[in-house]
């Protein structure tokens, strides 16, 4: 058993596991943040995404004991109080979710996406970007539109507020 | 309609909790004790089990105990069954083999569960999974359904001689033949549908909790229907009696048909539990979702299409394998019969049908029932068939179609069902008209300028939803009825809750129901909350699939709101010192029309719990339930276009236009009902240009059991889609609804495939139609 500390969703913590034990796994057994899921086995689906050290990171590709000492958000953490984080607020206006498994991965993605290419977003580029989520339920049209109208309403946002 | 009402987009009320992590799903369930099961697996796809040796395991660190299924038979639980009796044509039974839930004497396909390991914790349970030694004796494996009927063929189980579940027909051969022999063109074509896997993102799981100072258990299951999970355990598997048995499905990743059944892991988890005294919790690796999750379509067709000189249909006859895998999955047996061959009149008018369907065991996985359930194989036979005679007779699609459409309902077909209304012209103008089929030869022709061959393709799809009608469903086989129940209760306060037999693991029930209610008393839909999910809660229910929520589901709804409705307007009346029919219910109120009189809702409300001023001889309360049992199946239809660009030099085709035209009868939330679509269209697309399960036939091993081997849809594989809708209300429920869940994948695959093989001039190509097959397809 190995010592891990994180810092996740701004507050620190720590904890015992194997060292063969997955990040994801530390996260959903460990701390009880069951929000970030697990869909598969092979880093195909996505639905573990979580930010770590500001990019987003397929939490089942990487062992806990190499996370140690960085700063994790989950879904838990995106957005702070009462308030959803844009990129939610706009699935929920689009859609852009059914069954809700692949969502926290996707709102995750999609987070990162928007910032990397600094609000400016084209259907495009979107799928292209969403190559490592997988949805099934929602056939990726309000998926896209939720994250292009994501990227148009934190685009509009941070050209207000220069 | 109101901004919350019926036909109103209304943003989710269940999305919050999803989109903040806040969903709780099996796997993200922890109770006080718990451990975690850990399924010994056959690697063998057919083979006699020797002996097994589980000392080595047991004795692995955090191991709890190991459990095999002599044990489990000697505790006297059940056999899994098929719910659904089919006859063949001979008047003899289905031969059902036997399943036990962890096979002791025999494994029939790879992934078919041995035993279970319990540990401390899931890494451990695995290790010592590893740890367990099964000493097989290996048999030969048929793994394809026409292999499986050859003389000499492995026998998969003792009592289906020749590897033969049934040979069932519907319709008379004699008038069909006769039709066909006088035909002045028919077309023959050979289909192949190919075998899905469902996958849904969240994978199975179950946790199963027995409480031995009640003798009670809780089953935690990912399940798309917990009160039959009840029923069946309770009646066949002999896990525990109704009432000491609980079952809850809480929010439910995802479903496809795959959740429906109920699988050795739920029962092995509740048996588990008694035997080791802990909660036991297992939750499905992506590859054991592969390996064990039920299978969907594969079906081999010979089809033969009559027409007369006047290019009318004249007969149909079809000829169809299926490949049922290695036991009958629950329901099974219904799928290749009444849920395919009774769609096989599409939205044609067909004199006469013949259907003979072969029911074969192999040595794969189990297959039933995934979206669409017969009727995709059913429409895609058809649509692919359609195209082809257009082609072979020089007529343009559309107008063969159309001129073959059924236009008087009600439509007795020549296999069963009764259409009661539709207007198939109507979508079939609304695809053409949205996707610019006129303008598609310059689309061509520009597109051959740039070096890319471009095709389109229709198909006009009719379903049978709204499953279905008891008494019918009976008399054809089904073991349980498949109406739904519905409670509201009105709270002191007025706000509500209605408790549904329906399941949502995606559909957004908690905001289409509440809409139906915020619509007929004008409350807010805040105030309306929806119960799903769980035994203890809602007294029974069939469920959710077979597109069945909206027309079966509301519909029961509808009628236990009825009920509180005439409650609540006989007390305003009182109150009131009116007459009970000059209550009317408007925007929250209850009015004596005519008058400035009335009462807000939730002063009815409480006028009913506090019971000072009721009228004479009324019961306190305002609580009603109601059973629907539907008339009638309802018949959504409609038709899509998609338009491809196939790229000679590697075979990659593009799709750059999909159209839905689709008549769903009335809508409650337009932008859900869109969102059902678009899901179909996906898992259509998917099943017609990448999916496909594939098994190596000299092993049974299973090639595609992860995504790295599996092609999923993604996101860049498919485009945006353009959907509308063509409204005939349905008139045999009392919301007109027909059901939207499953259209998209019952229409998209033919319309895609017509739409590749008029891009590159070849008919012979089969699902999935990947680049090497397209490129080889190029090369004939």
Not at chain 2, 166 to 181: N, S, T
Request: proline share 5%; aromatic share 6%.
């Amino acid at each position: 058993m190995t010592k891990v500390t994180l810092t996740v969703n701004g507050r620190k913590v720590s904890g015992e596991c194997e060292d063969r034990t997955l990040l994801v796994n530390f996260i959903r057994e460990n701390l009880g943040l069951t929000g970030t899921h697990v869909g598969c086995d092979t880093s195909q689906c996505g639905a573990c995404v979580i930010h770590m050290d500001g990019h987003s990171v397929k939490s089942c590709t990487i062992l806990a004991v190499q996370a140690s000492g960085s700063d994790i958000t989950t879904i838990e953490g995106l957005s702070s109080g009462d308030a959803l984080h844009p990129v939610q607020a706009a699935f929920k206006e689009h859609h852009g979710l059914q069954c809700g498994f692949c969502t926290p991965g996707m709102v995750m993605t999609a987070a990162d996406m928007i910032k990397r290419h600094n609000c400016s977003l084209d259907e495009k580029t979107v799928r292209s970007e969403l190559e490592g989520n997988i949805c099934r339920c929602t056939g990726y049209h309000n998926i896209v539109k939720s994250i292009l109208a994501a990227a148009d309403e934190m685009g509009g946002a941070k050209q207000a507020a220069e | 309609m109101g901004v919350e009402g019926i036909g109103a987009r209304v943003a989710r009320k269940e999305d919050k909790r999803f989109l903040t992590g806040k969903g709780r799903y099996v796997d993200d369930m922890k109770v006080p004790g718990m451990k975690y099961g850990y399924f010994v697996r056959s690697p063998h796809a057919h083979a006699t089990i020797k002996s097994i040796d589980m000392s080595a395991a047991k004795a692995m660190p955090g191991v709890i105990d190991v459990l095999e299924g002599r044990a489990l038979q000697d505790d006297g639980i059940g056999s899994l069954i098929c719910g659904w009796m089919i006859h063949s044509k001979d008047g003899s039974p289905m031969n059902m083999g036997n399943w036990r839930p962890l096979a002791y004497e025999t494994v029939r396909y790879v992934g078919d569960a041995v035993a279970i390991v319990i540990a401390d914790s899931l890494a451990e349970a695995r290790d010592a999974a590893e740890a367990v030694v099964v000493d097989y004796d290996v048999l030969p494996a048929v793994t394809e359904a026409l292999d499986a009927l050859k003389p000499g063929a492995p026998q998969v189980h003792p009592n289906a001689p020749g590897n033969v579940i049934y040979d069932w027909a519907i319709g008379e051969e004699g008038p069909v033949d006769a039709a066909i022999a006088a035909a002045a063109h028919v077309t023959e074509i050979e289909i192949h549908n190919n075998r899905l896997s469902p996958n849904p993102m969240e994978p199975r799981a179950a946790l199963g909790i027995y409480d031995a100072a009640e003798d009670h258990y809780t089953c935690y299951t990912t399940s798309q229907n917990p009160h039959v999970a009840r029923l069946v355990m309770s009646a066949f598997y002999n896990v525990a009696p109704e009432n000491k048995l609980r079952v809850i499905a809480p929010d439910v990743g995802g479903g496809f048909g795959s959740k429906i059944y109920i699988y050795p892991e739920e029962i092995v988890c509740l048996w588990a539990s008694r035997k080791t005294g802990v909660p036991v919790k297992w939750t499905a690796d992506r590859t054991e979702a592969f390996l064990t999750d039920a299978h969907g379509r594969d079906h081999l067709s010979k089809v033969k299409m009559a027409f007369d000189a006047n290019n009318r249909i004249t007969a149909l006859k079809v000829d169809t394998t299926a490949n049922f895998g290695a036991y009958m999955s629950l329901f099974s047996s219904a799928v290749p019969t009444y849920l395919y061959a009774t769609l096989l009149s599409g939205q044609y008018n067909i004199p006469v049908i013949y259907a003979n369907v072969h029911a074969v065991y192999t040595n794969t996985a189990p297959v039933d029932a995934y979206r669409g359930a017969g009727r995709p194989e059913a429409t895609y036979l058809l649509e692919r068939t359609m195209e082809t005679a257009a082609r072979e007779l020089g007529l343009s699609p559309a107008d063969l179609r159309s001129s073959n459409f059924i236009r008087q309902f009600p439509h007795q077909t020549p296999v069963i069902m009764t259409y009661d209304i539709g207007d198939y012209q109507a979508s079939l103008d609304a695809a053409m008209a949205e996707s610019d089929w006129a303008g598609f030869p310059a689309r061509k022709a520009e597109a051959a300028a740039r070096g890319k061959k471009r095709g389109i393709g229709m198909s006009c799809y009719i379903e049978a939803c709204g499953i279905a009608p008891s008494a019918a469903v009976g008399s054809l086989g089904a073991g349980v009825g498949l109406w739904e129940s519905a409670e509201v209760r009105v709270n002191a306060v007025g706000t509500i809750e209605v408790l549904t037999g329906s399941h949502s693991h995606g559909q957004g029930h908690e905001t289409t129901f509440a809409q139906l209610v915020a619509s007929r008393f004008g409350v807010p839909l805040d105030s309306v909350s929806i119960v799903h999910g769980d035994t203890d809660k809602v007294q029974m229910g069939m469920g959710t699939y077979g597109s069945r929520s909206g027309a079966v589901g509301m519909s029961a709804i509808a009628k236990a709101l009825d009920k509180v409705e005439a409650k609540a307007k006989k007390i305003a009346a009182h109150l009131m010192e009116a007459d009970e029919s000059d209550i009317v219910i408007e925007n929250g109120e209850l009015k004596v029309a005519g008058t400035d009189k009335a009462l807000p809702w939730f002063q009815v409300a409480l006028a009913a719990y506090t019971a000072h001023n009721l009228p004479s001889g009324m019961e306190p309360g305002l609580k009603e339930g109601a059973f629907y049992d539907p008339a009638n199946f309802t018949f959504p239809a409609g038709c899509y276009i998609c338009e491809v660009e196939v790229d000679p030099e590697t075979g990659k085709t593009e799709i750059v236009q999909f159209v839905a035209a689709d008549d769903f009868g009335n809508i409650i939330n337009p932008m859900i009902v869109e969102g059902q679509v678009h899901g179909g269209i996906a898992q259509g697309i998917g099943q017609a240009m990448l999916e496909g399960v594939q098994y190596d036939a000299s092993t049974g091993q299973l090639i595609t059991a992860s995504y790295m081997d599996y092609a999923m849809p993604r996101a860049d594989d498919l485009p945006s889609y353009k959907v509308s809708h063509q409204i005939t209300p349905c008139p045999s429920n009392p919301l007109g609804i027909k059901g939207c869940g499953e259209a998209g994948a019952i229409g998209s695959p033919p319309a895609f495939m017509n739409a590749v093989t008029d891009a590159i001039g070849n008919n012979n190509l089969t699902m999935p139609a990947t680049p090497a097959k397209v490129w080889a397809a190029m090369q004939q």
